[in-house]
């Protein structure tokens, strides 16, 4: 099982866990109401930041149904309005205000600089959708639907959903999972951007097929080292990437492995390439490979990787690698005669290269590669096959390890642009150098540190106009405030 992971619940066994840890008492659910509701303005506040931030006088839409949802989204916009005391918010009560539930009603009650209001109407900085919770039972009556169509056609700037968008009709922008993920967030239209808000309902170690990946799992990374470690310590990864067509995936790789902790890096690129490398990377040891006519990695080097091999825990191939025959002829003799783990990425992702050899192996496609070397199976299929981990990058980026699937909220539309896979590869790869017996481990955590990274790259310059390496920036502080 990936460690510092919680499981993904169906519904039944999301409202067991909530009688287990409530029993019903209004006691003990006032108390993790409060929590989730502040934990759910924390996140908004803070994915508000890619856009600039909550504005000061910011106007804020709750739709509050009957229930708890209604309640942590009162909660939430109380507050908001605590840190933004001139922001204005406006209630609408689905179902009318004498509907509340005791809890829904005593967080209105907390709220009473709100206004209420018959029929959302304006433009809004925030809309909360708190109408409908994980036990709602589809269709939506008429007329809530026709008010969150309503609804769905102001100008809003981001549009937030408690648990699920209500009916799966609200248009979320963000989803936040209070508590614990539910599985129908993971198929219900309108979601947006998912974001697990963890609320200490887990140990960590229950049982699941289905997993949320925690910032947990990058506890081992943020914790001291030992004062009597050196470079060896921590592994050394060989990279072998790069062709003159594309020279800057494998620069990019290199300079992610030399973010990850590991304790040395040797590159094996085109040979014509090395100087100018050298120069942006000299911690990295670049070892000049000889070139076919059309700048790939010839057949005729493989005895330079061979001979430095025992010095290896873990080797990444692939970025700007191309698809020339002999490369890929390369490629498939390297697998055949390694025996440490590996990463393939981009073009080593090929149906004949991900089969060659039996070493352990992480494999990162996107959706498109994935059908490429899939041969119709599903993730966790090919990954039980090829004796791998498979990365199948996405919008959730799900971690296949061949007995559970761990799914990361992490990261966004700032990851969409060209030289994102390369970073996470290398990022990866020193990762796995640093546990070459734990592949799943080390893909988990590039992954989830990848995509603090880039959320944290969002906020600070938003997602348009930034360069893809500048998210090497934000590693370390990505790491800062890991729990365990």
């Known amino acids: 099982m990936i460690p510092a992971s919680h499981p993904i619940l169906t519904c039944a066994a999301a409202r067991s866990l909530e009688e287990g840890l409530f029993a019903g008492d209004e006691a003990k659910e006032w108390p993790a109401m409060q929590q989730a509701g502040r934990a759910i303005a924390r996140a908004v506040l803070a994915d508000f930041e890619e856009i600039g931030g ?33 922001a204005q918010v406006e209630l609408h009560f689905v179902f009318g205000e004498r509907a509340l539930r005791p809890l829904a009603a005593r967080a209105r009650r907390e709220l009473s600089a709100a206004t209420t209001i018959s029929a959302p109407e304006a433009a809004y900085d925030l809309c909360l959708d708190g109408i409908f919770g994980f036990q709602f039972r589809a269709p939506a009556e008429p007329r809530v639907a026709a008010l969150i169509d309503q609804v769905n056609t102001l100008p809003i700037r981001v549009r937030a959903a408690v648990d699920l968008p209500s009916a799966g009709l609200f248009r979320a922008d963000f989803t936040y999972a209070t508590g614990s993920v539910k599985t129908p967030v993971l198929d219900t239209p309108n979601t947006g951007r998912l974001r697990y808000l963890d609320l200490g309902f887990f140990r960590g170690d229950e049982p699941g097929e289905n997993r949320v990946l925690t910032p947990g799992v990058l506890a081992g990374l943020a914790a001291l080292r030992p004062a009597a470690s050196d470079k060896r310590t921590y592994g050394h990864v060989f ?37 100018a490398y050298a120069v942006r990377a000299p911690e990295a040891m670049w070892v000049g490979w000889p070139e076919t006519s059309a700048g790939s990695l010839a057949l005729e080097g493989w005895h330079l990787l ?51 050899g039996k070493t352990p192996r992480i494999l990162t496609p996107h959706a498109g590669e994935f059908a490429r070397i899939a041969g119709g199976q599903t993730p966790g299929a090919l990954a039980t096959e090829l004796n791998a981990t498979v990365v199948l990058k996405g919008p959730v980026t799900r971690v296949y390890d061949g007995t559970t699937v761990g799914h990361s909220f992490f990261g966004g539309p700032v990851l969409s642009r060209g030289g994102s896979g390369d970073l996470l590869a290398g990022l990866t790869g020193g990762l796995l150098a640093q546990t070459p017996g734990d592949p799943a481990l080390a893909a988990a955590r590039g992954v989830v540190w990848h995509g603090r990274a880039a959320d944290l790259l969002a906020r600070a310059h938003g997602a348009v106009a930034v360069n893809t390496t500048q998210l090497l920036d934000y590693l370390p502080a990505a790491l800062r405030v890991v729990e365990s």
């Open 239 to 275: 990279i072998l990437a790069g062709s003159l067509p594309y020279p800057g995936a494998a620069l990019m790789a290199v300079l992610a492995a030399l973010r990850s902790g590991v304790g040395l890096v040797t590159a094996f690129v085109p040979e014509s390439l090395v100087p």
């Open 54 to 86: 909550f504005p000061a006088a910011g106007r804020i839409l709750v739709l509050v149904g009957k229930g708890h949802n209604g309640g942590d989204a009162l909660i939430a916009a109380a507050e908001i309005l605590r840190r933004f005391p001139a």
């Open 306 to 356: 061979h001979e430095k091999l025992g010095r290896a825990t873990a080797l990444v191939i692939g970025p700007g690698l191309g698809r020339e025959a002999e490369t890929q002829a390369l490629v498939i003799q390297i697998l055949k005669n390694i025996t440490i783990p590996v990463v393939l990425d981009a073009d080593a992702l090929q149906p004949d290269l991900v089969r060659a």
